[in-house]
């Protein structure tokens, strides 16, 4: 049963993944670009810009897909001609890498935080209360055993 569910498993993720990146770097879309790359004016991506300036590259990336460039060579040359900041995402290098790295760092250090607190938590649970091993006075204890044997009955 087990084997069986993680070879269903690994042929989900199999099938769920997406196309090789070779297909997609020497014959990019115009869509595909669109999504990754900032509009100057703007400040949001191609596909969500009207302006001139994004109509203009999105003009630019047309020629450069028509004459087979690839798609790092269209962001590069965007890059050379806008800046780093023409790209969406930041490049996965140098400083840059750290707006990578830091969000996952934190997620795995907020998943550590809380497995400590959940593990801390149940260990507080197996205690006993405190006072709650001190013994009741002998009259209070049997007026205590009247009271309950009354609700029992």
């Given at each position: 049963?087990?084997?069986?569910?993680?070879?269903?498993?690994?042929?989900?993720?199999?099938?769920?993944?997406?196309?090789?990146?070779?297909?997609?770097?020497?014959?990019?879309?115009?869509?595909?670009?669109e999504?990754?790359?900032?509009?100057?004016?703007?400040?949001?991506?191609?596909?969500?810009?009207?302006?001139?300036?994004?109509?203009?590259?999105?003009?630019?990336?047309?020629?450069?897909?028509?004459?087979?460039?690839?798609?790092?060579?269209?962001?590069?040359?965007?890059?050379?001609?806008?800046?780093?900041?023409?790209?969406?995402?930041?490049?996965?290098?140098?400083?840059?890498?750290?707006?990578?790295?830091?969000?996952?760092?934190?997620?795995?250090?907020?998943?550590?935080?809380?497995?400590?607190?959940?593990?801390?938590?149940?260990?507080?649970?197996?205690?006993?209360?405190?006072?709650?091993?001190?013994?009741?006075?002998?009259?209070?204890?049997?007026?205590?055993d009247?009271?309950?044997?009354?609700?029992?009955?």
């Amino acid at each position: 049963m087990k084997v069986a569910l993680v070879v269903a498993a690994a042929l989900s993720i199999a099938l769920a993944a997406p196309a090789p990146a070779g297909a997609s770097e020497r014959h990019p879309s115009l869509a595909e670009l669109e999504g990754e790359v900032m509009c100057p004016t703007c400040h949001t991506t191609l596909d969500e810009s009207n302006s001139a300036i994004a109509q203009q590259i999105k003009a630019f990336i047309r020629v450069r897909i028509a004459q087979g460039k690839t798609k790092s060579q269209i962001e590069s040359q965007l890059v050379d001609n806008f800046g780093p900041s023409i790209l969406a995402a930041p490049p996965k290098r140098g400083w840059d890498l750290l707006a990578w790295v830091l969000p996952l760092g934190g997620l795995g250090l907020g998943a550590i935080v809380l497995g400590i607190l959940a593990w801390r938590w149940t260990r507080d649970r197996d205690r006993p209360a405190p006072g709650g091993g001190a013994k009741l006075d002998p009259d209070v204890e049997r007026r205590l055993d009247a009271e309950l044997a009354r609700f029992d009955g």
